[in-house]
């Protein structure tokens, strides 16, 4: 079997492993895995933009960490907030030389909306695909660095913990090999695809939290999941299209279905409110009336300012039968956002020597329990940054010795409706406004799942990852939600 070698191994090709390979300096060999295609990431997803204090004369780091901190419901780690919100801007402008392209005012300056929880206008965005521009820009620069080597459609099974650093196996397009890395870096992103509906991409599936859990490394506040209150409620299959939080930021209501405004009955913020905040209020107003119709309205807006503001989510929603600058937007609450993972410290280390986590798939304690909007991408630049910098602190780049374990390929085909079954269970479970007795309940039933997962070795394939994968989150998450 292949055994390969490498300096640092990113797994994950989102924004905080794109940035993170571009730190290393050019004597240093990084290899980055793509599960899929290169591009293929929640980062390509983001529309909203990136929160940062580019003015300082009406802006300031200080008015970002309490919007940050009131957002998370003061269950942030303030430490990380403070590297967040004054390192951030730094890595904003470096994003600005290295060609993202962020609107800009008639002056040539960033342009910068607000949304839910900012209590300034601090978004720079490009349209409404600034995640995509990003990882645009980064992903041209890494395939043009010389010591980047980008191997797409390779998927990671397993982490092995050796002397001097780690093993991973690899199944790339049916063939299976390892790679030896002394620094490895996950940035795998979320766990939306425990959930029926998400706004997460096909990837999502929690693998670098589920390899890093079989390993030994700290998970920390799996529970604390982010709905997002706005996603489009008439998409058919398992992937809901986001209706960006600046919609909202540029003034478009919440109707119910009586098409009536009702978030001044819970939340003076009215429809800008932090997420957790809305959606909540959402699915009180869902009780109240019974129905779970609910609706945005930009209609009021110049059609013409509507359409160049929000291009991506104007041809999307008129490839549905609506038109936002004519039509209500049909909208309901929907697993956006993780905001636990992978227990990391300032430098993006997580409890295992040499293993670093960054984005989606860590948890840094910068968003507490609820991500303030916007605040995601930022996180991703930030510590994808601070982790390459530990490593090149650390040295020690020798490599691993020494015959890894073997991988076994063989077994029985993975039965069908197991992941499905995890999701069924999520979504009654751990929605929302959890349900106890729900997650008491459903908590039993996948820990059985996951049994017979673990104890019974199936073929080692992508579908028979994931599904370790999920309901290894799934398990984690109801566990949590069990001892609120």
């Not at 609910?294 to 009021?300: A, V």
């Not at 040499?354 to 609820?370: F, Q």
């Not at 916007?374 to 996180?379: C, Q, R, T, V, Y």
Request: aromatic share 8%; net charge neutral.
């Amino acid at each position: 079997m292949d055994l390969l070698h490498t300096d640092i191994l990113i797994i994950g090709s989102g924004v905080a492993g794109l940035y993170a390979a571009l730190q290393f300096p050019r004597e240093r060999r990084v290899t980055m895995l793509c599960k899929r295609e290169m591009g293929l990431s929640n980062s390509s997803l983001a529309q909203g933009g990136v929160a940062a204090v580019l003015d300082r004369l009406n802006d300031s780091p200080e008015l970002h960490y309490n919007d940050t901190m009131i957002a998370g419901g003061q269950k942030n780690n303030p430490a990380a907030v403070q590297v967040l919100v004054n390192e951030g801007p730094d890595d904003v402008r470096r994003l600005m030389e290295w060609g993202v392209d962020f609107d800009k005012t008639d002056t040539g300056e960033p342009m910068k909306t607000l949304e839910g929880g900012h209590s300034r206008c601090r978004i720079v965005h490009h349209k409404d695909s600034t995640g995509k521009a990003i990882v645009d820009a980064l992903s041209q620069r890494v395939k043009a660095a010389g010591n980047i080597s980008v191997r797409e459609w390779a998927m990671v099974s397993q982490l092995h913990r050796a002397t001097g650093g780690m093993v991973a196996d690899v199944l790339e397009k049916g063939h299976v090999y390892q790679i030896a890395a002394p620094y490895v870096i996950l940035a795998t992103g979320g766990i939306g695809r425990v959930y029926q509906f998400t706004t997460n991409s096909a990837i999502a599936t929690g693998d670098g939290i589920r390899m890093a859990y079989e390993i030994g490394a700290a998970i920390k506040h799996l529970d604390y999941i982010q709905f997002h209150p706005t996603a489009f409620a008439a998409a058919a299959g398992r992937e809901r299209f986001l209706i960006s939080e600046a919609v909202r930021g540029e003034g478009a209501y919440l109707l119910n279905c009586r098409q009536e405004r009702f978030m001044h009955r819970y939340d003076e913020r009215l429809e800008l409110a932090p997420r957790d905040v809305v959606s909540h209020s959402i699915m009180m107003e869902y009780r109240k009336t019974g129905s779970d119709r609910f609706y945005l309205d930009i209609t009021y807006k110049d059609p013409a300012f509507v359409k160049s503001r929000f291009p991506m989510i104007y041809d999307r929603c008129l490839r549905e039968g609506v038109d936002i600058t004519k039509d209500l937007i049909p909208v309901f609450p929907c697993q956006h956002y993780l905001m636990g993972g992978i227990d990391v410290d300032l430098h993006s280390r997580t409890t295992i020597d040499r293993l670093y986590a960054a984005g989606e798939c860590s948890h840094t304690g910068v968003h507490g329990a609820n991500r303030l909007a916007s605040n995601s991408l930022l996180e991703a630049l930030v510590f994808g940054r601070r982790a390459a910098q530990d490593i090149m602190s650390r040295g020690g780049f020798a490599p691993l010795t020494g015959n890894p374990p073997p991988i076994e390929r063989n077994g029985p085909p993975l039965p069908g409706g197991m992941r499905t079954a995890v999701r069924d269970i999520m979504q009654r479970a751990h929605f929302v406004i959890p349900d106890q007795g729900a997650a008491e309940k459903g908590l039993k039933q996948v820990e059985e799942i996951r049994r017979r997962l673990y104890g019974t070795r199936f073929a080692l394939t992508p579908e028979y990852c994931e599904a370790k994968s999920l309901a290894t989150a799934a398990c984690l998450i109801l566990r949590e939600a069990v001892q609120i």
